[in-house]
């Protein structure tokens, strides 16, 4: 009984970014059973939004190379609260070279901040247990980086999860 709990308070998070107009079929699988999807920018239409929310539901921000219906309608960055944990999602361009510290002095209130633009794929669990997740482009490949998204998984009470899942 105990593990059926603690199941049922788990919430698994599908952190996607760069798109750039492509929504790989690998992302249906992966995000077959998230709660609930963050994309943090670089979409590249709308139809890419309007796909993953029928997986789950999505908060979105706009990237850089987002224009049009997708910037009118997205924020450029997006709080939200899950599990009892305050969540920043933003492309991240507005930094120029979006690093882990310079993000956690932007958004000191987080307890997990959501970032794209590198394209790099990046997990920092930093000391005051607030996690940093870029989830790598998950849209066309480009600069020999293979395409990448990421689960978070979030419980009242402890640290939040992830993990890396790359789109091969």
């Keep these: 009984m105990v593990g059926q709990g603690a199941a049922?308070?788990?919430?698994?998070l599908g952190l996607i970014?760069?798109?750039?107009?492509?929504?790989?079929?690998?992302?249906?699988?992966v995000f077959a059973r998230v709660?609930?999807?963050?994309?943090?920018g670089d979409i590249?239409?709308?139809?890419?939004l309007d796909e993953l929310e029928l997986l789950a539901p999505v908060t979105a921000v706009y990237g850089n190379v987002d224009r049009g219906l997708v910037r009118r309608r997205l924020p450029q960055v997006a709080e939200l609260e899950l599990d009892g944990f305050r969540?920043?999602?933003?492309?991240?361009?507005?930094f120029g070279s979006p690093g882990p510290e310079r993000l956690r002095a932007a958004f000191p209130q987080a307890d997990v901040i959501?970032?794209?633009?590198?394209?790099?794929a990046l997990i920092r669990d930093l000391p005051d247990f607030t996690v940093i997740v870029n989830p790598g482009a998950a849209g066309p490949q480009r600069f020999d980086l293979g395409p990448s998204v990421a689960i978070m998984e979030t419980e009242p009470g402890i640290p939040p999860r992830a993990r890396i899942v790359p789109l091969s």
């Design 35 to 40: 709660d609930r999807i963050l994309h943090a």
């Design 114 to 120: 959501v970032f794209g633009h590198t394209h790099q």
């Design 17 to 29: 970014a760069d798109t750039h107009g492509k929504l790989r079929p690998a992302v249906h699988e």
């Design 87 to 94: 969540f920043v999602v933003t492309h991240g361009d507005q």
């Design 44 to 48: 590249g239409g709308s139809e890419i």
């Design 8 to 12: 049922a308070s788990l919430m698994r």
